[in-house]
């Protein structure tokens, strides 16, 4: 059974850093991209980072050159590292494949950015 546990959300003043994680099961992850997917306050939920198989990255604009996305394939976990955090990043962080979701969501993690 597939299955997303994303954690390492929380509260960070503007500037700060965050390290998420995203742990999958289930999934053929060694030929997947995996995603990182945001949902902010009372938008829909947006794909912001994403890496394929090879390790190619892409980004979306308004995260490019402050968030990292990585893949252990041992470990079968994906880490989004968030830095220089502005309010507007503030949002549950999921995990899932990408572009096209296979696995069921998650629970999600909450990142929160003070101004």
């Known amino acids: 059974q597939e299955q997303m546990v994303e954690s390492g959300g929380g509260l960070v003043q503007a500037g700060g850093s965050l390290r998420l994680s995203c742990t999958a099961s289930?999934?053929?992850?060694?030929?997947?991209?995996i995603g990182w997917y945001r949902q902010a306050p009372g938008k829909q939920r947006e794909l912001v980072a994403s890496i394929s198989p090879e390790e190619t990255t892409q980004y979306v604009d308004s995260v490019e050159g402050r968030f990292t996305i990585s893949r252990d394939h041992a470990r079968n976990t994906v880490h989004l590292q968030m830095r220089s955090l502005k309010p507007e990043d503030t949002g549950l962080y999921y995990c899932?494949?990408?572009?096209?979701?296979?696995?069921?969501w998650g629970q999600g993690t909450q990142v929160t950015v003070s101004s």
């Open positions: 899932n494949t990408a572009p096209i979701t296979y696995a069921p």
């Open positions: 289930g999934i053929w992850f060694a030929g997947v991209d």
